[in-house]
């Protein structure tokens, strides 16, 4: 079965400090992953996408990184801030499933002052 | 409006009453999708449209469940018969296009589903 795997469950930070999100995954075969933040009481809301050839992507202080051969990608936050709190997922689609995505749990960030 | 729409926002129901959630997407987009979402998990996929043809409905749970979208833009996510494992954030997302690899699937806040 397809699968994603998310670490940590959650995460406590101090604003300005940076972190790494990790996450695995067996789905198979590869198409894209992609992170998305969540907001409390909201949709997920698309960071990066990445394809198989592809191991780096920014979206200002979000770097995502992707290993296709270990299957493991991470998302790094630089100098945090407080509107960084919020669940990130790691989604990761498979050539066959068309634009079906399997998601992952969620990391839950939250940036304290 | 410039985003995908989901109403209402918020459902109470008692079990075994029927429910219907609505997904206004951004206009143009081929793709819809509904997701379910259990507290504190990520969501997971129910069933796919393509304009007015349901492609996918592998994830839908029971038959319980039934979703359509027949006119190719606004769709509803019909459950019958309630139950308490139904409660869940329920997510709607549209894309632009069929399957490409990149694309971007942008979703609605959700309706949030208590059965009691």
């Known amino acids: 079965k397809n699968q994603v795997e998310q670490s940590p469950q959650s995460l406590i930070i101090l604003e300005g400090k940076n972190c790494t999100l990790q996450?695995?995954?067996?789905?198979?075969?590869?198409?894209?992953l992609r992170w998305y933040k969540q907001d409390t009481g909201r949709g997920p809301v698309s960071l990066t996408i990445?394809?198989?050839?592809?191991n780096t992507k920014s979206n200002g202080r979000y770097t995502a990184t992707l290993d296709a051969d270990t299957k493991q990608s991470s998302l790094h936050i630089t100098a945090s801030q407080l509107s960084d709190s919020a669940s990130y997922i790691c989604?990761?689609?498979?050539?066959?499933?068309?634009?079906?995505?399997?998601f992952g749990g969620g990391t839950r960030v939250l940036v304290k002052p | 409006g410039a985003g995908v729409s989901q109403s209402p926002r918020y459902k109470v129901a008692k079990r075994g009453q029927d429910v219907a959630l609505r997904c206004d997407p951004i206009?143009?987009?081929?793709?819809l999708f509904w997701y379910q979402q259990a507290l504190g998990q990520g969501p997971e996929f129910l069933t796919y449209?393509?304009?007015?043809?349901?492609?996918?409905k592998s994830g839908l749970p029971s038959d319980r469940f039934f979703a359509e979208r027949p006119e190719g833009s606004v769709s509803t996510l019909k459950i019958q018969r309630t139950q308490q494992e139904d409660s869940a954030v329920y997510l709607c997302?549209?894309?632009?296009?069929?399957?490409?690899?990149?694309?971007?699937?942008?979703f609605g806040a959700g309706t949030r589903l208590s059965v009691l």
């Open positions: 997302a549209s894309s632009l296009q069929r399957i490409l690899s990149k694309n971007i699937q942008y």
């Open positions: 996450c695995n995954y067996t789905v198979s075969p590869f198409s894209n």
């Open positions: 990445m394809t198989f050839s592809e």
């Open positions: 989604v990761v689609s498979a050539i066959a499933a068309g634009n079906k995505l399997t």
């Open positions: 206009s143009g987009h081929v793709s």
């Open positions: 449209f393509q304009n007015e043809a349901q492609l996918d």
